[in-house]
């Protein structure tokens, strides 16, 4: 990071990246957890699906992912014909950590009655392995068309896996993988919050643990909460997920007010997704400028990935990029 600084002395970062934006006929994608400036100049802002649907229908010859590796490697997946950089290649996920294909694997072939529907935050080696991808925002819709007497393995997110099973009253055999920014919230400071701003409601993201979920009154993806905020009545609202997000939420609605929801100390930045803040603009001037680091996925195993992500897409086509899965 250093060297990058000194080499970037006198480089106007944002005016570069808009000349090679045009130059190279790229488009810049941005999840909600990325920092400000970051979402700022995207092309296109949004949830897992929506940034999944983007790269499978862009024109560009350039896809800029600005966000994790399972989500550079889902757009390779899906738009091969393109060249997916991603700002910094260390941008991983807890959720990917935790479900190492070989385990996996050896998980599937020990319940062979089983179908894997598993959460795109997973490795392309784990898609391959799977049998329909879902994200937070397609995962009910998806679920619904599962025939109930179909036995289903849900991975790696213990706890979207646990929503879904709770609230679909269906038994699935769950990986025991965690985030570990949405297992950061406090019980304890969220129920001292709640009490100083009563009547506020809450909105959570799946990938929270059970005693935060049970507080919420919306559950649903990033673009779910967004859409959630435009709609409520009132116009405060405790928000439980990654506190980027609510650098959108106060664009698009000035006149709210968003609360992120505390961690352990009441004050700890622990929710902040250590893996999305690897991703600066500096970085992003640098992998336009020499288009690496890029994503290379090996053509057999694509293809293979390819096949539970286009599930995902055919079942999920009723869900309009709304990101929900509606109030509990
Ligand atoms: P969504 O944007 O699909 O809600 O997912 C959040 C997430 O896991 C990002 O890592
Ligand atoms: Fe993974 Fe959680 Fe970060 Fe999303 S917020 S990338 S699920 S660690």
């Not at 288009?291 to 009723?318: C, F, Y």
Request: glycine share 6%.
């Amino acid at each position: 990071m250093t060297v990058m600084t000194a080499n970037l002395a006198g480089v106007d970062v944002r005016a570069e990246i808009e000349r090679l934006r045009k130059e190279r006929n790229a488009v810049i994608l941005a999840h909600y957890y990325q920092k400000p400036e970051i979402q700022d100049l995207a092309d296109y802002i949004g949830d897992s699906l929506e940034l999944s649907r983007r790269a499978a229908e862009s024109k560009a010859d350039v896809i800029a992912f600005c966000g994790v590796k399972f989500m550079a490697e889902t757009a390779k997946i899906l738009a091969p014909e393109k060249t997916v950089i991603l700002p910094d290649l260390d941008a991983g996920c807890s959720l990917e950590d935790s479900c190492p294909p070989e385990k996996f694997k050896a998980f599937r072939a020990a319940h062979p009655d089983h179908i894997a529907l598993t959460y795109i935050n997973c490795s392309t080696e784990v898609k391959a392995l799977s049998d329909i991808i879902v994200t937070s925002s397609s995962a009910e819709t998806i679920l619904s068309q599962i025939p109930r007497d179909q036995k289903i393995i849900f991975g790696p997110d213990r706890h979207l896996g646990g929503y879904l099973s709770r609230k679909f009253d269906r038994e699935m055999l769950l990986w025991p993988g965690v985030c570990i920014v949405h297992e950061a919230f406090s019980e304890t400071e969220l129920i001292k919050l709640k009490a100083q701003h009563p009547g506020v409601p809450v909105a959570a993201h799946p990938e929270c643990p059970p005693h935060i979920v049970d507080h919420a009154d919306y559950v649903g993806s990033t673009s779910g909460i967004l859409n959630y905020a435009k709609a409520m009545p009132g116009d405060t609202l405790i928000v439980a997920t990654e506190p980027h997000i609510m650098h959108q939420m106060q664009l698009a609605m000035p006149a709210k007010t968003f609360i992120g929801a505390p961690g352990a100390d009441g004050q700890c930045s622990c929710n902040i997704c250590p893996y999305m803040a690897l991703n600066t603009l500096e970085k992003l001037y640098l992998a336009l400028r020499d288009l690496t680091p890029q994503v290379h996925i090996e053509e057999g195993l694509r293809l293979q990935a390819k096949k539970s992500l286009d599930r995902m897409l055919e079942m999920a086509s009723g869900t309009v990029g709304k990101g929900d899965l509606g109030a509990r």
